[in-house]
């Protein structure tokens, strides 16, 4: 079974500077993706990045970047040039490739942007 | 293009009754997932549904039934509706199932008092 554990409730930040969010997964399989979801007050879930498994590049999103450590099964998101309007949920998420579209989601982290 | 779109936007409703909930997907996304998302919670996967069939559940007890119809719309159903039900409930769509991102709609808030 895939389980996906974000052990940072709550992360702040000023606007501007950089934030990582820590997320771990737990799965005996080796090829899977990995997801993060942005939710903001308007509830819309917004994909942010994602991470094939089998790529050991991080993948980068404008100021959006991961580094995933496959071995240590950790999957952090790096937000750079911190904005506004990056303030959300933000949801780490997994699937395995070839099964079906079940995202395990984790419990979510809550960013907050400070002027 | 329009992306995800979930009828109703919010929905109130009585212990005991049934409710539907309707999603359609983004234009060419022929596979359609439903989630319910707890307030406080990730979302959990309920249903997945490529071609009309069946292709994933969650656990989640038979009061919860889904069906995909030949334009790839795709509709929630809950039965004997308590308390617990009350939560966002998301669709998402993608193009083929496994493979590929899942896009969200903003979601169905279901109250049951």
């Known amino acids: 079974a895939q389980t996906v554990t974000q052990s940072q409730p709550e992360m702040s930040v000023q606007e501007a500077e950089t934030v990582t969010l820590s997320c771990t997964y737990d799965t005996s399989e080796s090829d899977y993706y990995l997801f993060w979801y942005k939710q903001p007050p308007s509830r819309q879930m917004i994909l942010v990045i994602r991470q094939e498994a089998y790529k050991q590049q991080n993948a980068t999103e404008n100021r959006f970047s991961v580094n995933f450590q496959k071995a240590a099964k950790s999957f952090s998101l790096k937000i750079s040039d911190s904005q506004l309007g990056d303030a959300a949920m933000y949801f780490c998420a997994s699937h395995l490739q070839g099964g079906s579209e079940k995202l395990v989601f984790g419990k979510g982290t809550k960013l907050t942007v400070n002027p | 293009d329009a992306g995800v779109t979930q009828s109703p936007t919010h929905l109130i409703k009585t212990r005991g009754q049934h409710v539907t909930l309707r999603c359609s997907p983004i234009?060419?996304?022929?596979?359609v997932s439903w989630y319910q998302q707890v307030l406080g919670q990730g979302p959990q996967f309920i249903f997945q549904?490529?071609?009309?069939?069946?292709?994933g559940r969650g656990n989640f007890p038979d009061r919860f039934s889904a069906r995909q119809f030949p334009n790839y719309s795709s509709e929630l159903n809950v039965n004997a509706l308590l308390l617990g039900d009350s939560a966002l409930y998301l669709c998402a769509s993608s193009l083929l199932p496994g493979y590929s991102e899942q896009y969200f709609g903003p979601g169905t808030r279901l109250t049951v008092t």
């Open positions: 549904y490529y071609e009309k069939e069946e292709r």
């Open positions: 234009s060419g996304h022929k596979s």
